[in-house]
């Protein structure tokens, strides 16, 4: 499925989302979810409940999953108890297909990237210590789900962490007298309909690749999420980069 921005400028620079856009790590937060729930004979964590919570900030994610199943512990116990779980399968962590060859290429461009992910620091450490390769081309423009540039309770679906990866990147084109680049100049990467939502508010063009359950079960209702916004591809192997001159 595609979908077209009729108003698009030039595309200056790329702003990717994380977890389920780059590297796999949906799975294990899947996989990990329905185990802790197990424990307390709940479940499953289907994908009707995982789409509210994809792509959110831990402790709003953890809310609404002690919320939704009637758990008997605090949010902040919930995301701890889940964090313990997960610490030792973030190795298994892998770049989704077409995701490294992206990254490589655009940094070989010198096309400006930056990740707003709404992993904490922590779990960012886990989940990319062994991914230098892919991880290392953003440099220092990396805000994670904690970082105190992000207002509280302002992450995801909330376009304030895309407004934080865009200073960053102009704070640098600042100090080398280069023009800033604009919102609207932006292509953002998302997987899940919170991130698609806040790249949308943000003013940015978006580039949304669903999981094909998301799909499934939205039945034609993500034309709506994302409007004349952006486009929907199967994977970033299908991304065109010719389509946007990059």
């Not at 200056?12 to 989302?17: G, I, Q, S, T, V």
């Not at 937060?29 to 789409?51: R, V």
């Not at 407004?163 to 609207?184: K, T």
């Amino acid at each position: 499925m595609r979908l077209t921005h009729n108003r698009r400028k030039a595309i200056k620079a790329c702003l990717f989302d994380m977890d389920g856009t780059l590297i796999n790590s949906e799975d294990i937060y899947t996989a990990c979810t329905n185990a802790l729930l197990a424990d307390f004979g709940k479940g499953p964590f289907t994908w009707e409940k995982k789409m509210k919570v994809q792509g959110r900030p831990g402790p709003e994610a953890a809310r609404i999953i002690v919320e939704d199943f009637e758990l008997p512990v605090k949010p902040e116990e919930f995301q701890q108890l889940a964090m313990k779980k997960q610490e030792t399968l973030w190795k298994e962590c892998g770049f989704l297909p077409g995701a490294l060859e992206l990254l490589k290429y655009l940094h070989g461009k010198r096309v400006p990237m930056a990740l707003g992910t709404s992993s904490n620091s922590v779990n960012f450490d886990r989940k990319t210590s062994h991914l230098r390769e892919g991880f290392d081309l953003f440099g220092k423009h990396i805000v994670k789900g904690d970082d105190e540039r992000i207002g509280k309770d302002r992450g995801k679906p909330n376009p304030d962490i895309w407004f934080v990866c865009l200073e960053s990147l102009n704070n640098d084109r600042l100090s080398q007298g280069l023009d800033p680049i604009a919102m609207d100049e932006c292509l953002i990467f998302e997987d899940g309909i919170p991130g698609v939502k806040s790249a949308v508010a943000a003013d940015s063009h978006v580039i949304w690749i669903p999981d094909e359950n998301v799909i499934r079960l939205l039945q034609g209702e993500e034309k709506e999420i994302i409007g004349d916004n952006g486009e929907i591809l199967p994977s970033l192997l299908h991304f065109d980069l010719a389509k946007y001159s990059l």
